[in-house]
Structure formats: C-alpha cells, structure tokens
C-alpha cells in the first residue's frame, strides 16, 4: 500500500507525489502546484524544502541516477566471469524494469547542472565504472609511457560511448514499442539483446578497422607520435 503525506515526511512526500505527476501527465506537466494538490496541503509548502520545479526534478533525477548507479554496481560484481557483459544485460534490465525512471535520466533535459553538483556526480558513476572496467583490460597492451596511458584512456572512453550508445538505442526502440511494427522474422526479437551483446564483445575484441582508425585518428590521441 502506497504510503500516504501522514507516512512520511513533507520532503520525501514531494517527490513521490512528483513522481505520480509525471507517470500521469508526462514531466511537462510537473509543477510544485501539482504536487502540493496531490499532497492536499498548501501551494507554498513544497517550497519549504524545493525552491523551484527544477530543484525538486533535480532531487528525482538524483535518486534515479543513485538507484541505477547501484544497480550497475551489484551487477559487475555479481557477474563475476564477465563483469562486462554483466552490466551489458543489467542496463537492458533496468531500462525494461524501470522505465520511467530510465526515460528521466536518459530522455529529460537536465536541470542547470552548475545548480544540482550531486545529480552530475550520480550521473555519471555508471560512465566511470565501465570507463575503469575497460581501462582494466586495456592495461595490458600499455608500455606504461605517459603518451600510451592517455592513449589507453582515451580508446576506453571511446568504447565507453560505442557501448553506452548501442545499449541506449536497443533500450530506447523497446520502449517505444516500435519493435512489434518491424515484422521481423520469426525469433528475430528474442535473440535481438543477445546477439547486441555479441556484437559488442567482437568489436570490442578485434578493435576498429583500420579505415576507421585513420578517418578518427584515434590512434593518434594521446601519444606523441
């Protein structure tokens, strides 16, 4: 049973309340007059902890990121073969389990960031957890120069978007539902996620073509060539 203003504290009720408004009205409709109507209480009291509409989207989007981010971090553990691949499948978990949640964080405008230091630094935990997970394997192939480490680095970041991209544009189609109008051949949706994963560990492995290396540069980031 849901927990009602009674339950808890005036804080915590504004964002469950503001939660509510958006599943029903979309994050258009969000306003802190909304919220307090939901609440049934005062239009000025959400003003006591949420200065504006902005502040109190930046605390949701806040809890989103902090949930997503453990999320993530029990799955590279619990994965412990291919922490990787591990956190591939829990990034199309969460996404599938928890949309509204993943359309906050990955579909809505932020708020001014300069404003809210604790949504950016939620935010970009899952980005430094696959950056480091790559690093770790990447290691292996640095001399331990200055100019190969920034290489290393930079070929991970790299990775990190390829991946963060392809997991993102999979997780997106789904959710629009635009995927049941493909008519795509029989079986061809339920190995669909799988064989994304497939794909990624073999780019991955065998690393750019060389036209795409030379049309990048990215050979070149980093070192003093």
């Keep these: 049973m849901a927990k009602t203003i009674h339950d808890l504290d005036l804080k915590e009720a504004c964002i469950q309340a503001a939660r509510e408004v958006i599943a029903e009205q979309g994050i258009e409709g969000l306003s802190l007059r909304d919220v307090a109507r939901k609440l049934g209480v ?59 949640e993943y359309r906050l964080m990955f579909g809505t405008p932020w708020p001014e960031p300069a404003a809210h230091p604790d949504l950016v630094r939620h935010a970009v935990h899952a980005f430094d957890l696959l950056r480091h997970l790559l690093q770790q394997q990447l290691q292996q192939r640095a001399s331990g120069t200055q100019s190969d480490m920034l290489a290393l680095l930079a070929e991970a970041e790299l990775q990190v978007l390829f991946i963060w991209s392809a997991l993102h544009g999979m997780a997106s189609i789904q959710q629009a539902n635009v995927m049941q109008h493909l008519a795509l051949s029989p079986g061809v949706a339920a190995i669909a996620e799988p064989y994304l994963m497939g794909m990624m560990h073999t780019a991955l492995t065998h690393g750019p073509t060389q036209a795409s290396q030379t049309a990048s540069g990215s050979p070149k980031v980093g070192r003093e060539d």
């Design 42 to 100: 005062s239009h000025q009291a959400p003003y006591r902890h949420y200065p504006s509409r902005d502040h109190l989207l930046s605390a949701i989007m806040q809890r989103c990121f902090a949930d997503f981010a453990n999320f993530m971090d029990q799955a590279s553990k619990a994965h412990g073969s291919d922490a990787l691949l591990g956190m591939g499948q829990a990034y199309m978990r969460y996404a599938a389990d928890h949309p509204l």
